[in-house]
Each structure stands twice: as C-alpha cells, then as structure tokens.
C-alpha cells in the first residue's frame, strides 16, 4: 500500500461533527482582539500564545482542559469579535479540505458586553456565512452548520433550545449540552430534550467522555439524543478478545447506527485515553459501530482534521478506504436534510476518494 502523505489528506474532502467555536481560535486573533478587549493574556506574543493553549490543555484533566476557554471566551464578547471569529473559522476549516462542518458554541457565554441571546447568534452565523462566501470564491466550498450550546451545570438549558428553534431557517441546525459531566446529569435538561423532540428539532449530548457508562444511558435512553458527544466510554460495555462481547448499551447505540463524535487528540489530553494508539477508535471501528473523528478543540489540542485523520492513518494503519468511510459517516449523521447530506457524498466526497482508490 502506498504510503498517505498528509498534504494528501488535507486536499481530500472533509466532514466534521464535533468542533467549537471557542477552541478554534487562531491565537493571533486572541491577541488582537484581547488588545480590544483589556483582557490580560499570559502572552501577547501569537505562537508562544499557541503553545500555552497547548501546554495548559495537556493536563489529563478535563477541568484543567476547560479552563484554557476563560482566554477565548473573554475575547468573544462582541459582535464584531464573533463576527470575525466564526469567519476566520470557516476559512481555517476550508483551508483544510473540511466541505461539511458543524460548529458548536454556547451563546450564554457572550453576554458580558451586553448582547442579547439572538444577537450572539446573528453574529457568528453572520461569520459563518461572510466566511463560506470566501472560502467558495477562493475554490474551497464549505457549509457549516451551527449547533447551539447549553451549559449543563447552569439553568438556561430550556432558553436555549428555544433559541437554537427560532433560529432553525438561519443557519442553526442542532442543539447540544456541555461542560463538566460529573455531578451533571443530563437528565438535569430534559425538560429541553422534550422540547427540542415536540419541535422535530436535532440534538446532541457531551456523554461518556470524562464519565462512564450512566451518562451514555441517560443521553440516550432519557433524553433522546441522536448522536452522543465523544461517547468513547462505550468501550466500558465491550468485553474485548477475539470475538469482542457487546453488553446491551454498546450493542443498542451499535444497533441504532448512533454516530459517536469521537476526537482523538482530545481524548488524550483530557485524560479519557492514554494515547492515540491506545484509542478504542481502533475497536469500535472493527466493531462497526458508527464512528466519526472530529476535532474538538483545534487551538487547545493544536490539531486540525487533517492531522487527527494522519495520526490514525500512523496508529492504525489506515488507508484511503477507512478515511472515505469515517468522512461518509460523518456526513450520514450530519444534522442536514437527507437529500443534502446524500449530494455531498455522492457529488464530493465519493468522487474524490474514487481516484484515490483506484
């Protein structure tokens, strides 16, 4: 087999599921707009900025992980600021081969400087938009999708599924639940599930990354979710050996082809993993469950789709036919109608890796 240079996998076509807004920032904005701002960073100079992201969210702790977003928060307090931020998202994630994208944010975040909850997102899908627009122009299409983020250890989870549905015609496309799972339920929001479920609306759930197997149970099984966020500790339920045993959770969330949004790199640094060739990934993949790979946190874990995608490519051995399936997962079980979803398989990402596998 051929050997997968990684300026290869950058120029193939891209899906991804699970990436935030405030993760991804290029640390020369944060500079920038932190200047604005008045907000103190532990360095004003880009690329040492970018290693201390780096370094902080190498902690094994993913308390420790989210407190790096204080910085990238605190420069994302205005319109124009997001604006800007969602815009240089989308021509980073096209610039990386990325033609699908879902990007989460949590709107109740940027409220210090006085926007209104619609007005945040008006904002970033502003960006998102201004940032295709060049993106296409420069011939790199992309079309994101915005997932609207509630904090599961705050109240406003209800607020904001009703914010993600009134903005459902504009640009949003999904709901999500995040932070910190320990002590915080997802059951804590259902009142918000139900809701999201009555609208006919998409939803995911942050569940068994830094906890277990509960949190998968009740973001599925409560709550309803259609895809889980991580839900690496599936593995929990899998009795590995030469014919792995699938407990019923595992085989349910397999039977039911629920997409896990599995980010590698992350993983590793919030301690959920021990390496990248540790990752049940590897599993869950020869198990054919629906596996996706996803960045998370581009800025913190210094990754981009690309590199998860060679790290794989370096750990498992992967070829170009494991990299087309992990993309067609993605785009299976992005929150679009399925007519779209099927014209972006079938017109770009199957053509492409069509040449490349001969």
């Not at 997001?82 to 610039?95: F, I």
């Not at 009142?191 to 830094?210: C, K, S």
């Not at 959920?272 to 990752?279: G, L, Q, Y």
């Not at 990299?323 to 492409?352: C, G, Y």
């Amino acid at each position: 087999m051929v050997a997968i240079r990684y300026e290869d996998i950058v120029k193939v076509p891209k899906a991804l599921l699970h990436d935030h807004l405030d993760g991804g920032l290029r640390p020369a904005t944060v500079v920038e707009l932190a200047a604005e701002a008045g907000h103190e960073l532990p360095t004003t100079d880009p690329e040492e900025l970018g290693r201390w992201f780096a370094e902080a969210a190498n902690s094994g702790s993913l308390e420790r992980y989210l407190e790096t977003f204080a910085h990238t928060v605190a420069v994302m307090q205005t319109a124009p600021a997001l604006r800007r931020v969602a815009r240089e998202c989308a021509l980073d994630l096209a610039a990386d081969g990325v033609v699908y994208a879902e990007v989460r944010f949590a709107p109740e975040q940027h409220l210090e400087r006085n926007l209104s909850l619609d007005e945040v997102v008006e904002a970033v899908v502003a960006g998102f938009v201004e940032g295709s627009a060049q993106a296409a122009e420069s011939g790199r299409p992309i079309r994101i999708g915005t997932l609207l983020t509630a904090m599961r250890h705050a109240a406003r989870s209800q607020e904001i599924a009703e914010l993600a549905v009134r903005h459902r015609d504009t640009g949003v496309v999904g709901f999500d639940i995040a932070g910190a799972e320990a002590g915080f339920p997802p059951t804590r929001h259902l009142d918000a599930f139900e809701y999201l479920q009555r609208e006919n609306f998409h939803f995911t759930i942050h569940a068994g990354e830094a906890f277990g197997l509960p949190s998968i149970w009740q973001a599925i099984q409560w709550c309803g979710a259609d895809r889980l966020g991580h839900g690496v500790r599936i593995v929990d339920d899998i009795t590995p050996g030469p014919r792995p045993v699938l407990g019923r959770l595992a085989a349910y969330v397999r039977d039911k082809r629920i997409p896990l949004e599995l980010c590698p790199s992350s993983n590793v640094q919030t301690g959920a993993v021990a390496s990248i060739a540790d990752h049940p990934i590897g599993l869950l993949r020869d198990l054919r469950f629906r596996v996706t790979v996803n960045t998370d946190n581009r800025l913190m874990s210094g990754t981009s789709m690309s590199r998860e995608m060679a790290l794989l490519v370096d750990a498992f051995g992967y070829g170009w036919k494991e990299l087309q399936w992990f993309t067609i997962n993605a785009m299976k079980s992005a929150f679009i109608p399925f007519d779209e979803r099927l014209e972006i398989i079938d017109q770009v990402i199957k053509p492409a890796y069509a040449k490349l596998l001969g």
